[in-house]
């Protein structure tokens, strides 16, 4: 679970502004040859196109959509949390290649600019459409929303299962990891940091 197993140049890490390089025709031969090296039969029916599946899942999976980030003047002067709970995501982890999934609670203190509500949800897609770690995408968003909203605190929380660690290794399935990152305001004022911590604890049991 080391960072420096990835180099830049096998693409992991790459950026999510829609920058990434997939080439097509050498994933389905590195594709094929996995599958071959893992002892499957391409020339069966059920797996001759599986190579071209695959190359196709994992460009729906590391492509992402991009999007418009508007932003209002905040007339009203709302100056309370705006919190979006629950917003289901997936992403890919780097270092075994398989999916974590879950669900994002986000939330920002405005100062003078506001955002539409699905934009928050579309932030969410553009970072885990990636080969990530959970820590590092909880931050990427909140990056994004500061350099986009300039509020006054963000607050990003991301609860997911792992499937590297329910189908393999520890097996532990059905745990989830949960990774929060807090800026300005909700990290350093203990009444709003309590408040966008209460509003975003998950309601299940
Ligand atoms: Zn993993």
Redesign the pocket.
């Known amino acids: 679970m080391t960072l420096e197993q990835v180099s830049p140049e096998n693409g992991a890490g790459a950026l999510s502004d829609g920058s990434r390089q997939i080439n097509r025709v050498a994933a389905q031969r590195a594709a094929a040859d996995l599958l071959a090296a893992l002892g499957a039969d391409l020339e069966s029916d059920g797996l001759r196109e599986t190579p071209r599946r695959m190359v196709d899942a994992y460009l729906e999976l590391l492509t992402p959509q991009p999007f418009r980030p508007t932003t209002f003047a905040n007339e009203e002067g709302y100056d309370e949390l705006v919190i979006v709970k629950s917003i289901p995501f997936h992403s890919l ?1 780097m ?2 290649v ?1 999916p974590f999934h879950g669900v994002a609670h986000i939330g920002y203190l405005p100062d003078e600019r506001i955002v539409g509500l699905s934009k928050l949800a579309r932030v969410v897609e553009l970072f885990a459409r990636d080969l990530q770690v959970q820590e590092r995408l909880t931050t990427q968003i909140a990056d994004w929303i500061q350099a986009q909203l300039a509020p006054k605190g963000v607050g990003v929380v991301l609860e997911a299962e ?1 499937l ?1 660690m329910s189908l393999r290794g520890v097996q532990k399935f059905g745990a989830t990891t949960v990774t929060s990152a807090l800026q300005g305001q909700v990290r350093d004022d203990p009444r709003t940091r309590q408040e966008f911590l209460a509003l975003t604890k998950r309601s299940e049991p």
């Open positions: 982890c270092h075994h398989l792992h590297c």
